[in-house]
């Protein structure tokens, strides 16, 4: 058993997280790349260490694991080539103009800097991707921010393992010390996120959790940002013509979506809408049958899911229309989904999905509707048949969600520049930002602008001669040559 951080440990990893920070900000882009490239050297070369621990502590299957770690690699090289690049810096050079309009205009250099010291609480169910070396801590480190993982007790082996091979790596790449550091506790990550050496937090989690944690880091006396991941639907809507063109293909697709990962993914489809008469239940039905059992991450997730899946069969309205052993699929109507919207809308995490018809095209803009914040949300349809239907849909799920999805399923998340894994709460705090992609980086940022400053007391990136040769925006073009002043 892994013991919780002391809290002279805990002191100790936020000391080493303070000092490291101006080093850190003052690292240059390229050589903060060679650090995080090290780090993803170095976890490949553990993978095949780190996937037995993570096997026996969360059940998932090899492949999957062997794929997070590819994952979470690849992130971390797509944000080192970023580095090298100059995007994440954004910055953007106005040159002096005293011929201005309508007042003279001073030249004004801005670059985005990093916080500092951020507090990542780990996820349970991607132990590799969204935990200790997942998203948040890539895109922090490559924003310049030294780390402190609070682990997740679901895989408290695995957080430690990885931890030491991380820091090791950073440790023989030359990061200074205190660039990453682990820490385990539930009470231990409550008092770090309230530590004012602290400047900003990700969790990826429970609505409940989420929401407290947020709470905690608003009221500091020193407020910082709290970015969340707490909940997600993921709704799929289904027209007609979409049925009457590839049905079999939307229900086989939908239970494998929904059934991925024993339905522990936070983009699995919670509920799937189609066309009153559809005729895809035996389908539907077939296909759910067919899911294998398997273990889900832990016994208090198993529980919560079982809990869960008592409570909605209970929901007046709602009839179970097929079990296998590995899945539960219900079903319901608009008509009852808005009666008891509270009680339906409620994410159960695992799998179990539910089928609700709509009777009309209003019944299924009511539908949109109803939903709050998600992830993602997505409209099966044909192009030339629906698209006047479409053009109403698709604004009201723009409005509902940071992912919109035609004619797909929302599990899986790709790692480039164009993703975001946010959307409106309770989906996320903070939906103008992402978890996923390269623009994580930018929630463990704020911009400054020098004006007028002497070129040689100019941060390298803002100088003229560009030492790093990165790209940059100057006098509204984008350029990686020098700048004459």
């Not at 679901?154 to 030359?174: F, N």
């Not at 940002?225 to 993921?234: I, T, V």
């Not at 799929?236 to 939908?254: E, K, P, S």
């Not at 066309?275 to 077939?286: F, I, R, S």
């Amino acid at each position: 058993m892994i013991p919780d951080t002391t809290p002279a440990e805990l002191e100790q990893a936020l000391a080493d997280a303070g000092g490291a920070a101006a080093a850190l900000a003052a690292s240059a882009p390229s050589v903060r790349a060679g650090w995080i490239r090290a780090v993803a050297d170095a976890l490949d070369a553990a993978v095949d260490e780190l996937v037995p621990i993570a096997q026996r502590e969360t059940s998932l299957p090899e492949p999957r694991l062997r794929g997070e770690v590819a994952r979470s690699t690849g992130q971390l090289r797509l944000f080192a080539d970023v580095l090298e690049e100059g995007s994440l810096l954004e910055v953007v050079i106005d040159t002096a103009n005293p011929e201005g309009k309508p007042v003279p205009i001073p030249d004004l250099r801005r670059v985005l800097v990093p916080l500092g010291p951020v507090l990542v609480f780990a996820a349970s169910n991607f132990p590799f991707a969204f935990s200790v070396c997942g998203g948040d801590t890539a895109s922090a480190l490559a924003a310049g921010c030294p780390v402190v993982v609070k682990a997740h007790p679901g895989h408290p082996e695995l957080s430690v393992k990885t931890a030491e091979v991380m820091i090791e790596a950073l440790r023989a790449a030359g990061a200074p010390a205190g660039t990453f550091g682990l820490v385990q506790g539930y009470d231990v990550g409550v008092a770090a996120l309230k530590d004012p050496r602290i400047t900003a937090a990700g969790f990826t989690g429970s609505v409940p959790a989420g929401k407290a944690l947020h709470e905690i880091a608003v009221t500091r006396p020193e407020p910082i940002p709290f970015y969340g991941e707490l909940g997600s639907l993921n709704p799929v809507f289904v027209t007609q013509a979409a049925v009457d063109a590839r049905g079999n293909d939307i229900a086989t697709g939908y239970v494998g979506s929904f059934t991925l990962g024993v339905g522990q993914f936070c983009t699995k489809p919670g509920l799937l809408f189609l066309p009153a008469g559809h005729g895809l239940t035996d389908q539907l039905v077939e296909a759910t049958g067919g899911v294998a059992a398997a273990k889900m991450l832990n016994d208090r997730i198993a529980d919560g899911f079982s809990s869960g899946l008592d409570r909605l069969r209970k929901v007046e309205g709602v009839r179970v229309l097929g079990e296998g052993g590995g899945a539960t699929l219900l079903g319901t109507t608009v008509t009852e989904l808005l009666a008891r919207r509270e009680e339906i809308l409620e994410e159960c995490f695992g799998p179990v999905s539910i089928v609700v018809e709509y009777a009309s095209t209003d019944e299924l803009l009511a539908a949109v509707a109803a939903f709050e914040g998600n992830l993602t949300a997505t409209l099966h349809a044909e192009e030339s048949a629906d698209a006047e239907l479409a053009s109403k849909v698709l604004p009201l799920l723009t409005e509902r969600a940071g992912r919109v999805l035609w004619n797909g399923w929302p599990t899986g998340v790709a790692v480039s520049w164009a993703q975001h894994h946010g959307g409106p709460f309770p989906s996320t705090v903070g939906s103008i930002h992402t978890s996923v992609g390269v623009t994580a980086a930018r929630r463990f940022q704020r911009p400054v602008a020098y004006q007028d400053t002497p070129d040689a007391l100019l941060p390298a990136v803002l100088q003229d001669a560009n030492p790093a040769g990165i790209s940059r925006r100057v006098n509204g073009t984008v350029t990686t040559a020098e700048v004459s002043r």
